[in-house]
């Protein structure tokens, strides 16, 4: 019996050129899928970014208003972005793709943006200590600063004092003159960067010179910074400086930048607009992407001048309050400001860090009952950032602290008052077990361990 015969196949006698028909089936296949793509107008992916962080500051804000609902007698409301989420320009990775900020609308729109930024930052301490003790505070403040504390250190002065020493030429009345002393560089490279210095002062947005980009990789870097002139540059020149140095420099050089070019400026910038430009609070925000360099390069160094007033400390402390910082370099951070002579506005910087509400280490916790207990015998009136941080310390850590000195606490509260603080510290000293009564076995452990990174972090900052 004959066998069945299946369908046959239809074969393309010429494989490699395409059936008429069937491409045209086909194409009106991909025609039809497609056909929803062309109807509809696709969204930028920067576009998209701006629409996603928007959604998330509403949804923040929506959080914000319930915590307030639950917890309306919280002395304020610290909110913190992801590490790395700090503003659109920010997530560019490319500093030739920058376009500045204010899309080309003028420095009078830069100082709009500024105005709003810094009411913003005053309500935020306004509403920490109320608006009738700002003034009141700032009085005090100003008692604990330092009047024989000479002039901020910049790259300048370490470059002209160093010139001076190895060429005898240079007098005294040469350095002081307008002509700058120059390095001992080629004078190809000289020409070269003093070109770059020239461009930096005008430059908004747009590319970077390439020369400027091998900066960090030079031996003589600072020399060749020094060129220049970066006290001279635009606010957008020294963020895009702070992004590429935060990224290549190794963090002991990124330390020199933000302490002899950096914080100077900002200073500088403050005190004479008395407000700081939006390109240059960006990049306070951008130099906390290396923290280290950050604290031992501008905190630090901000609080050790011993002439920090109030206007600065609250728009520095701004920027420790929107990005999130490493536990361990926070913890390092509270234990320098509690050793360091104190300025009146450490204070602040302490409560800032303490709200963070990180578990620190018995050593640092130890190191702040000492700070506050050495304003004992202390005459002058202290100001109200000064209880208030202590009231932050006690309420954070209250079941960490030794016994006998909750003690030594309740007998500096009797030193030192506050008609509304002092109650509310007593309160919470109280109402508290101390160390080592009815202690969890596994939070023991949890600190031992974070006792033992903390050490090592802390020799990386001596």
Known sequence: MPKKRGRERHHNPEPFLGDDDGASVASKKRTKSKQHQTDETLISSGMSAKILKQAQLQQREVEDDENRTQNPNALSDITEEPHGVESDDDDEDDPDEFGGFLDNRGEDEAFK????MTKEIGKEYEKVLGKAAVEEDEKLLDAFLSKDAGRQLTLADLIVARIKENDSNITPSNANSDMRPLPKLDADTIEIFKGVGQFLK???????????????????????????????????????????????????KVERFYKLVLLPRVREDIRKNKRL??????????????PAAFFKGILLPLCESGTCNLREAVI??????????????????????????????????????????????????????????????????????????????VERYKNDILNEDKDNLRVLLQTQKHDLVTREIRKELDNSRSRGEKEDDLMSIDILLFSFLFASCFNCFT
């Not at 031996?219 to 970066?230: A, G, R």
């Not at 913890?331 to 050793?339: E, F, G, N, T």
């Not at 300025?343 to 578990?359: D, H, M, N, P």
């Open 316 to 393: 520095v402390g701004s920027v420790l309050q929107k990005v999130s910082i490493p536990p361990l370099h926070s913890s390092v951070a509270v234990m320098k400001l509690a050793d360091m002579e104190y300025c009146g506005t450490t204070s602040y910087f302490i409560k800032l860090l303490l709200e963070k509400k990180y578990a620190l280490p018995y050593r640092v916790i130890d190191a702040l009952v000492g700070h506050f207990m050495r304003f004992m015998n202390e005459t002058r009136v202290m100001p109200v950032i000064w209880h208030q941080s202590l009231l932050a310390f």
């Open 113 to 116: 943006v500024t105005n709003r």
């Open 277 to 290: 430009h939006f390109a240059l609070y960006q990049a306070l925000k951008k130099s906390l992407y290396k």
């Open 202 to 252: 005008k430059y908004t947005a747009g590319k970077v010179p390439k020369p400027f980009k091998h900066i960090p990789s030079m031996n003589q870097w600072e020399d060749v910074l020094y060129l220049t002139e970066p006290e001279n540059w635009s606010p957008n020149a020294m963020y895009q400086a702070t992004r590429i140095f935060a990224s290549n420099l190794t963090a002991k």
